[in-house]
């Protein structure tokens, strides 16, 4: 038998929810309050953060024992009238003819009680985590977010492309790749042998992309307008509130474009999803707002109605050497921004959004385009960052080096081989054009807009160092 999802009989949608219609609803129980000869469970099925006030009258066929045997998180099915509810805070709700269990949850052992949880719990049991209300709203908004992406670059023309995730070459040449091998490592040291790649599965050492972009580069150069959206790795050993081991990205490229056409973009597309998902989960966003972080809203409203501050690198070291806070790690031209200085940058100075751009040579990759001008402009890349407040870096990009001597150049300077990317370069070779693109952090975007504290609540099965369970 069809049943309805909850969500459209609290908002009334598909033809849903009208007084007196009998309706069937599935999902897991929250709560169970037993009156005198009545009953009233909370039911979820994941659509919505409200769930569906169930009534048993003891009426019901084998009252007794339904009761005893429905407890928080039994899956069940139930049919009945919908009702106005004269309860406070929902609309309706239905008073049950019929109720079929599908799955008990033995209250002793069930780890998913009616009470408080810690987050940290939560996250040893992330198989359960998803039917709590936290969990509920984070996913929906993260599926929200994605949908948007999606729409946001079909309604513009941009081609969706599908980048390897498997490959040999390190894009953002750190080091931090994950190794891809079919080789059994305890019998390679068994025997004492050195490892030979050329023997290996794909002949040489093969990694789990750190990033799609050179790939996307290929495209662009052929579709214009192209991004790509999927899992990404990076072996840092950063055990921090900003850092996954797997990640999703989503990385536009487009060709004929500068960085200031790519900030655009960026400050466009930022604005997009976060008015999206303002509009179309307005109950979670509330619920954030109010039991997870109270700045949530605020910088919302930030990211929808204020223009992004633009700023140079070298303004941002100027202002963070002005300011009297004191910092854990050094500010001096030259030296990274760490994510202590991003955030005062965000949050505290300029309070929204800000753009980064142009940043020293040496601490940003070698496909980046080296600054026209004087001999101090060609001391710096045509790089952008976007620091949000709450998470400091949330995208990264870059106008590309489009010309093949300059771009070989710096290929060799960062100590990589020109021969490893001459399918890199021969897109300069061959009908070369000006292109620029970025990267945003499919994760720090959700939690920018959850207020989530840690990135590893805002995947549904974090991988970081030591753990990969689930
Ligand atoms: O700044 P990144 O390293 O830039 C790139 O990978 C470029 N290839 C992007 C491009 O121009 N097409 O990474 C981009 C974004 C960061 O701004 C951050 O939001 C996110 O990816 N990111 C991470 N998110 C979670 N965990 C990690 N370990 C991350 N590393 C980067
Ligand atoms: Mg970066």
Not at 74 to 85: C, D
Not at 176 to 183: L, Q, W
Not at 393 to 398: M, Q, Y
Request: glycine share 8%.
């Amino acid at each position: 038998m069809a049943s309805a999802r909850i969500i459209d009989l609290l908002r009334g949608t598909q033809g849903l929810g009208q007084i007196g219609d009998t309706c069937t609803v599935r999902g897991w129980v929250r709560t169970k309050r037993e009156g005198k000869g009545i009953a009233f469970l909370e039911l979820n099925d994941g659509s919505s953060l409200q769930g569906l006030q169930i009534v048993l009258p003891q009426t019901i066929d084998d009252y007794e024992a339904l009761i005893k045997q429905i407890n928080t998180g039994t899956s069940i099915e139930a049919t009945g009238l919908l009702v106005e509810s004269m309860g406070k805070g929902q609309k309706v709700e239905v008073q049950a003819t019929a109720i079929a269990v599908f799955g008990n949850a033995d209250p002793e052992t069930y780890p998913l009680q009616k009470k408080r949880h810690s987050i940290e719990f939560l996250r040893t049991i992330a198989h359960l985590r998803p039917r709590t209300n936290m969990f509920g709203a984070v996913f929906r908004v993260r599926n929200a977010c994605a949908y948007a992406v999606h729409q946001f670059f079909q309604e513009r023309g941009f081609i969706w492309v599908h980048t390897p995730i498997m490959t040999a070459s390190d894009c953002e040449g750190a080091g931090e790749m994950f190794g891809v091998t079919t080789f059994d490592l305890n019998e390679i040291a068994a025997a004492g042998k050195s490892v030979d790649f050329t023997e290996d599965f794909f002949g040489k050492p093969a990694f789990l992309t750190v990033s799609g972009q050179l790939e996307a580069e290929i495209m662009a150069t052929a579709f214009s307008n192209v991004y790509t959206f999927g899992p990404t790795f990076r072996a840092e050993n950063s055990n921090t509130s900003r850092h996954l081991a797997e990640f999703w990205m989503i990385e536009p490229e487009v060709a004929f474009c500068d960085l200031e056409g790519d900030a655009d973009l960026a400050e466009d597309f930022l604005k997009y999803i976060v008015k999206y998902v303002l509009e179309t989960c307005p109950e979670d966003m509330e619920f954030f707002q109010e039991r997870v972080n109270d700045q949530v809203m605020i910088n919302a409203r930030k990211i929808v109605d204020q223009q992004f501050e633009r700023i140079t690198y070298t303004e941002a070291i100027a202002i963070l050497e002005k300011c009297s806070k004191k910092f854990e790690f050094p500010v001096s031209w030259g030296l990274d921004l760490q994510s202590e200085h991003e955030r005062f940058l965000a949050e505290e100075h300029f309070q929204k959004p800000v753009i980064v751009m142009d940043y020293p040579l040496g601490i940003k990759a070698f496909y980046m385009r080296v600054n026209d001008g004087t001999a101090s402009d060609r001391q710096t890349v045509r790089a952008m960052d976007i620091l949000a407040p709450g998470v400091g870096e949330i995208i990264g990009g870059s106008q590309r080096e489009e010309r093949l001597d300059v771009l070989e150049a710096r290929i060799r300077s960062v100590g990589l081989n020109p021969e490893d990317y001459w399918w890199y370069l021969d897109l300069r070779r061959y009908g070369t054009v000006p292109h620029a693109g970025f990267g945003l952090g499919f994760e720090r975007l959700v939690q920018f807009i959850t207020g989530m504290g840690n990135i590893r609540d805002v995947i549904p099965f974090p991988r970081f160092p030591q753990s990969a369970e689930f």
